[in-house]
């Protein structure tokens, strides 16, 4: 039996994908569909780790098949795969259920593996140093929690999954409110007492000014190597030094300087390599 707090989680989220896909024009060709079972064969074509299964599985559920499960996808799920081992997942489900979810399954699973497999990749370069990976909001509208959620299973962290998670002073804050001391007294005035403020800094002479007010977290935007290194002498031990800005899996290697505390990289959510996943399904005779 499926966790019904995933299938919760979920349900609204796929529901409008359906409503995307508008079956509702044509419930002749609904009524037609065959519902003799097939074995289905879920193939792994690409390197990658494999994420979104929750999702995939909630599909066919929603579409009324209560004999598919996560229990038996979940051995799977955030699992490394070589496209060489050529790996199948066998399972079952009604030929009509299989056919009308297909697609919305494994475009749901494809992306997210993806990100995974993606954010995997700066994850494996950074975390010998110590370094977290994390997302952005550059999400895909109507896809963050599957976004963000592929990027945990890639051994990657969330940032922030909205914006009052934390208060983040931007350059865009400081130019409305008059500077960035303004800018972080507007954000104490909302008296988040649990809610963490973290200061975009620009510039060396901006980190002290921010340091100076006793900001915790800041994150260095589009600072040089050479820069960081500069503020990391400065760094006090309570301070986290997150950076930011432009940063790619062929540029990295660059920022994995000693006393940053994390990376964020927006292109693991935008930007990642699509992976080969198939489904094919055959009739039982």
């Known amino acids: 039996m499926s966790n019904p707090l995933i299938s919760n989680a979920v349900r609204a989220t796929i ?45 066919f559920r929603f579409l009324g098949d209560d004999s598919i499960n996560y229990d038996f996808f979940k051995k799977y799920e955030g699992q490394s795969f070589k496209k060489d081992d050529k790996v199948e997942i066998e399972f079952e489900l009604p030929f009509s259920i299989a056919l009308t979810g297909e697609r919305i399954a494994l475009n ?75 800018a972080v007294e507007f954000f104490r005035s909302m008296k988040g007492f649990y809610t963490p403020i973290e200061v975009e800094v620009h510039d060396i002479n901006e980190f002290d000014q921010v340091l100076a007010m006793g900001v915790k977290h800041m994150m260095l935007d589009n600072f040089s190597p050479e820069d960081i290194r500069k503020v990391i002498k400065k760094k006090p031990t309570d301070v986290t ?17 000693k006393g940053i505390d994390a990376i964020s990289v927006g292109a693991i959510t935008y930007g990642a390599p699509p992976v080969d996943i198939s489904l094919k399904y055959s009739k039982e005779w």
Not at 15 to 36: G, T
């Open 15 to 59: 529901e409008s994908y359906f409503v995307e896909d508008d079956l509702s024009r044509n419930l002749y060709y609904i009524n037609a569909l065959p519902n003799d079972m097939v074995k289905c064969k879920l193939k792994l074509k690409d390197n990658l780790v494999l994420a979104g299964l929750p999702y995939f599985v909630e599909v």
């Open 241 to 257: 030094i997150e950076v930011s800005g432009g940063i790619r899996l062929s540029t990295i290697d660059d920022y994995l300087i």
């Open 108 to 182: 749901l699973l494809q992306h997210a593996s993806s990100i995974a497999t993606y954010t995997n990749k700066y994850v494996k370069k950074a975390s010998d140093k110590g370094i977290a990976i994390l997302d952005t909001r550059k999400t895909t509208p109507g896809h963050r929690s599957l976004e963000k959620y592929a990027v945990r299973v890639g051994g990657g962290y969330n940032h922030r999954l909205g914006q009052t998670d934390l208060w983040m002073v931007k350059d865009n804050h400081k130019n409305f409110f008059g500077g960035v001391k303004e």
